[in-house]
């Protein structure tokens, strides 16, 4: 068992850390808001520090779960960052999805001063992460991939190193690329078939069977179909997300015309007032 450290106790983060001291892990936790870390520690035990460096502090590994870009930077850098507070030969161990050129940026300063880092985006939405069953994309060097692996076995579905610093992140990129197009067709099926006057609900009994089949198909129809959206990974994080996507489509050269179009049409959710609903609710836009 592992001396650990969390940072950031969102929709994810929370569940995440728990499960770390579920596997009996010793977890010290942080979050920008202290009332959620002191509700982490009523909940699953373990303890909470003020700063993230306090809490990186004899940790053999340091996990965090933030909002954008800048939120990782900010507890990572700086005299209450966790590389402040981290030894030598401690790993870093992001699961934030970022860009890849923030990832490259905080791993070159990690290993100036002797730490591993490993980019570890997730996919799995916050029912993955309370049911431990997420999908890990990682990138770092294969030492520090190796030594990590195990500790998040504890939240992962399946976990896999697909290339050196930053390869996890354009592995989340490509994820999120992949549900913009599967969350508008399943929005425009569902609202062709309320027009035609067809039962939803018996029609995807039958097509998720099918080719047509995917995850978002079975477990978001239901609700798309109530117009309840009130769950799961919201709006604003996903265009967040593509934009992300997009600036690095960008940067090499690579073309995103469906993505593009969808992150407009989470931009029209947006403005209908749905920034915090979750992704399904593009459906809101045909109904």
């Not at 195990?150 to 390869?167: H, K, N, P, Q, T």
């Not at 079975?218 to 992300?244: E, P, Q, S, Y």
């Amino acid at each position: 068992m592992a001396k650990l450290a969390f940072l950031g106790l969102g929709v994810m983060g929370f569940p995440m850390a728990g499960h770390l001291m579920a596997k009996g892990h010793q977890v010290t936790v942080y979050n920008r808001s202290p009332a959620k870390a002191a509700a982490w520690v009523a909940k699953h035990g373990g303890t909470s520090a003020a700063t993230p460096a306090k809490a990186a502090e004899g940790a053999e590994f340091v996990m965090a779960c933030v909002g954008n870009d800048d939120d990782l930077r900010a507890v990572c850098l700086g005299p209450d960052g966790a590389f402040a507070g981290m030894a030598k030969g401690a790993v870093f161990v992001d699961h934030t999805t970022v860009s890849a050129l923030v990832t490259r940026e905080l791993h070159g300063l990690a290993a100036s001063q002797g730490l591993g880092f490993v980019d570890a985006p997730v996919s799995g939405g916050q029912a993955g992460a309370e049911n431990g069953a997420l999908s890990i994309m990682c990138g770092g060097t294969e030492g520090d991939y190796a030594a990590a692996e195990a500790v998040m076995a504890a939240y992962a579905r399946i976990c896999r190193r697909l290339g050196d610093s930053g390869a996890g992140q354009l592995a989340k990129m490509m994820n999120q690329i992949c549900i913009a197009g599967l969350m508008q067709g399943l929005a425009e099926a569902l609202a062709f078939g309320q027009k035609a006057g067809l039962d939803g609900e018996k029609v995807v009994e039958v097509i998720a069977q099918g080719a047509a089949g995917s995850w978002q198909m079975v477990n978001r129809h239901k609700t798309m179909l109530a117009d309840t959206f009130d769950f799961g990974f919201a709006v604003d994080w996903m265009r967040k997300d593509l934009g992300i996507c997009l600036d690095t489509a960008d940067q090499i050269g690579a073309r995103l015309p469906v993505t593009a179009l969808v992150d407009q049409f989470y931009k029209d959710v947006q403005l209908m007032g749905g920034g915090r609903n979750d992704t399904s609710s593009l459906i809101r836009r045909l109904t």
